[in-house]
């Protein structure tokens, strides 16, 4: 009985256009949505508008700018020059018209699930798995603020390009041929730079490559690329090296000169109460209920009110510590069990968590949208697991047993969004949604008062 299937061309139109089918339907209904929270000052005020013809300038730019053009320090410091020109480039074509905006968002959403579905069957080799995966990341409600959100586009432009480059670095792995393996991965360090360019959280790409290269190692998964990589006895002679290499290297300048140099400055916002070790604290204490609504999202919220830790003897301090040391634990137990492909969907999950797990001074101490990335591994993950306890003798039985699974997590997870999407129909809806759950909510407070009063 073989392990993997073939992919036929009806089989290869179904896997591709299934999950961006699936995103298309449940985001279709938010195009005529308002601009929302911060689209108005970013698009509808123009904030984020460069003047026609000079899009060079976005280059040498922060996103977000005061009157003077110096980096806006009330806001996150970012530098995200291909979000500028897609926005300038919509509105000097369509104007201030939402549907426009929202339209590009679900556009690039739509590609980002088919690519993600050919990197799952790349790694799973099967269809039904591969297909799960991509349902499961199209269905999760914490990708709204990435596809509902014009001020979130570049979240999911970023997603498509980190995942183009994951593709090129596991082929890069997988390549018998040496010649054809560094044409790889310098497609795959040239799809980083892009992913760069929309959102600074794609520094993560050298380590999820060094995951992927752990599972191919230890985990024994996927296995075709596994067996390929074997050739390569000496570190000189391994593609993947050099591509972890140049991606390393390419991160460091960008974080170390180029970013810098563009800002003025390397962090926004102060530790919580001026202390690094409540701010850390904080961190840890706050990520068991983080995790917990990653993977069971019932109340999505644009909130970021968490609460504040400042002592070690805190119980939910504690209960993250084990549950960081515990995760660490069970990757290496993944990959001495030979799940190699478990074991890079949970590094993933973390390593795309910690830049914004708030361990560093942070405007938002906590969003949703911060696990965005997270969800792709997430996926990985619990197909994975549930392909290796639904294991059967029969792939026929072992197909269908995953496929009811797989229809009950999707089915569950788009109950969720579009219970929530209506929310974001505009500022007010959204955040008289947010403050009925959590009052302590001050930003959506002031949006809210600011959308009623001005």
């Known amino acids: 009985m073989s392990n993997t299937d073939s992919l036929t061309p009806l089989k290869a139109l179904a896997l591709l256009g299934a999950p961006a089918l699936l995103l298309i339907?449940?985001?279709?209904?938010?195009?005529?949505?308002?601009?929302?929270?911060?689209d108005i000052p970013e698009i509808k005020e123009g904030n984020l508008i460069l003047p026609e013809y000079d899009y060079v300038n976005a280059f040498f730019r922060p996103l977000h700018v005061t009157q003077s053009g110096r980096s806006d320090t009330s806001q996150n410091p970012y530098y995200r020059p291909l979000q500028l020109l897609m926005v300038s480039s919509i509105y000097h074509r369509v104007g201030l018209t939402p549907r426009y905006y929202r339209a590009s968002a679900i556009a690039i959403g739509a590609a980002y699930s088919a690519l993600f579905a050919f990197l799952a069957w790349l790694l799973?080799?099967?269809?039904?798995?591969?297909?799960a995966a991509?349902?499961?990341?199209?269905?999760?409600?914490?990708?709204?603020?990435?596809?509902?959100?014009?001020?979130?586009?570049?979240?999911?432009?970023?997603?498509?390009?980190?995942?183009?480059?994951?593709?090129?670095?596991?082929?890069?792995?997988?390549?018998?041929?040496?010649?054809?393996?560094?044409?790889?991965?310098?497609?795959?360090?040239?799809?980083?730079?892009?992913?760069?360019?929309?959102?600074?959280?794609?520094?993560?790409?050298?380590?999820?490559?060094?995951?992927?290269?752990?599972?191919?190692?230890?985990?024994?998964?996927?296995?075709?690329?596994?067996?390929?990589?074997?050739?390569?006895?000496?570190?000189?002679?391994?593609?993947?090296?050099?591509?972890?290499?140049?991606?390393?290297?390419?991160?460091?300048?960008?974080?170390?000169?180029?970013?810098?140099?563009?800002?003025?400055?390397?962090?926004?916002?102060?530790?919580?109460?001026?202390?690094?070790?409540?701010?850390?604290l904080t961190a840890i204490g706050n990520w068991p209920a983080t995790m917990f609504g990653f993977f069971l999202p019932i109340h999505p919220t644009t909130s970021d009110v968490t609460p504040i830790y400042r002592s070690f003897s805190e119980p939910a301090v504690w209960a993250g510590a084990l549950l960081g040391v515990g995760s660490?634990?069970?990757?290496?137990?993944?990959?001495?069990?030979?799940?190699?492909?478990?074991?890079?969907?949970?590094?993933?999950?973390?390593?795309?968590?910690?830049?914004?797990?708030?361990?560093?001074?942070?405007?938002?101490?906590?969003?949703?949208?911060?696990?965005?990335?997270?969800?792709?591994?997430g996926a990985l993950f619990l197909v994975s697991v549930i392909q290796t306890l639904t294991h059967s003798n029969s792939q026929r039985t072992q197909s269908a047993v995953m496929l009811g699974v797989s229809i009950a997590l999707v089915a569950g997870l788009s109950a969720q969004t579009v219970q929530r999407l209506p929310d974001w129909r505009s500022t007010k809806t959204l955040f008289t949604a947010d403050l009925a759950r959590d009052p302590n909510f001050q930003e959506g407070r002031f949006h809210l008062a600011r959308d009623l009063y001005l």
Request: a positive charge; hydrophobic letters at 60%; charged letters at 10%.
């Open 25 to 38: 339907a449940l985001y279709f209904p938010s195009l005529d949505y308002e601009f929302v929270w911060m």
């Open 328 to 377: 660490f634990g069970l990757w290496i137990l993944l990959l001495r069990w030979r799940m190699g492909i478990a074991a890079f969907g949970l590094a993933w999950v973390w390593i795309a968590f910690l830049p914004t797990a708030n361990l560093v001074p942070m405007i938002h101490a906590h969003a949703d949208r911060y696990l965005f990335l997270s969800i792709g591994g």
């Open 124 to 131: 799973f080799r099967r269809f039904i798995p591969a297909l």
């Open 134 to 280: 991509s349902l499961i990341l199209v269905a999760h409600p914490f990708s709204i603020e990435s596809f509902a959100w014009i001020s979130a586009i570049a979240e999911g432009a970023a997603a498509f390009w980190i995942v183009a480059s994951l593709i090129l670095a596991l082929l890069a792995m997988g390549e018998a041929d040496k010649t054809r393996a560094l044409r790889y991965v310098i497609g795959s360090c040239l799809c980083m730079v892009v992913a760069l360019l929309f959102k600074e959280k794609s520094v993560v790409l050298p380590v999820m490559s060094i995951a992927l290269l752990i599972s191919l190692r230890f985990g024994r998964q996927p296995q075709w690329a596994s067996l390929n990589h074997k050739q390569y006895a000496e570190w000189r002679d391994d593609p993947a090296i050099w591509l972890i290499i140049i991606q390393a290297f390419t991160v460091f300048g960008y974080l170390s000169v180029w970013r810098p140099m563009i800002l003025e400055i390397s962090t926004a916002g102060a530790s919580l109460t001026g202390s690094m070790t409540t701010q850390w």
